[in-house]
């Protein structure tokens, strides 16, 4: 498996089964990137508040590590997440192994998701640690994508 394939991949975090997480491989901690992958299209869903929710009751330590340095404390505080760090020069491997530290896990305890197999999946791999990759198929961006995609190959109206 290459550096740049995550070891699963979903739609959407809330595709995520917890219980597999934490007994089949036995995941302590969760490491989240905050644009398009907490945060999709600018707003966090019901469906991601539940996900993190139902993740903190079952004792899972959850963090998000970013390389936007405007994540916002108001919604760190709405979401509950004490540990956190801002602006990560990930996909570096330091920032997640410090993660790692500040949550007092080991790295092979942690899951990563995050939207983007750079910054992402490459970096949570050369952790050590497991990677999750959202592909967000309901993302303005991707929406584009494919409509620039399919108008190049002749399709000129797309909705």
């Not at 498996?1 to 302590?28: Q, R």
């Not at 936007?68 to 990560?88: E, G, M």
């Not at 961006?141 to 399709?155: D, Q």
Request: net charge positive.
């Amino acid at each position: 498996m290459g550096l740049f394939t995550p070891k699963e991949t979903y739609a959407k975090i809330s595709d995520i089964s917890i219980d597999y997480l934490m007994n089949d491989i036995h995941i302590k901690g969760l490491i989240f990137d905050f644009d398009g992958t907490l945060r999709v299209n600018k707003k966090i869903s019901i469906e991601t508040l539940n996900f993190l929710k139902k993740a903190k009751n079952c004792g899972l330590k959850i963090s998000i590590l970013s390389n936007n340095p405007y994540v916002s404390n108001t919604i760190l505080k709405t979401l509950n997440i004490n540990t956190t760090q801002r602006f990560a020069c990930k996909p570096l491997k330091k920032p997640f192994l410090d993660m790692a530290k500040r949550m007092k896990l080991y790295p092979n305890k942690i899951a990563v998701i995050g939207n983007n197999k750079v910054s992402d999946i490459f970096g949570a791999n050369r952790a050590e640690m497991y990677s999750i990759y959202i592909q967000n198929l309901n993302s303005v961006s991707l929406k584009l994508k494919i409509k620039g995609n399919l108008k190049n190959i002749g399709i000129k109206h797309v909705e």
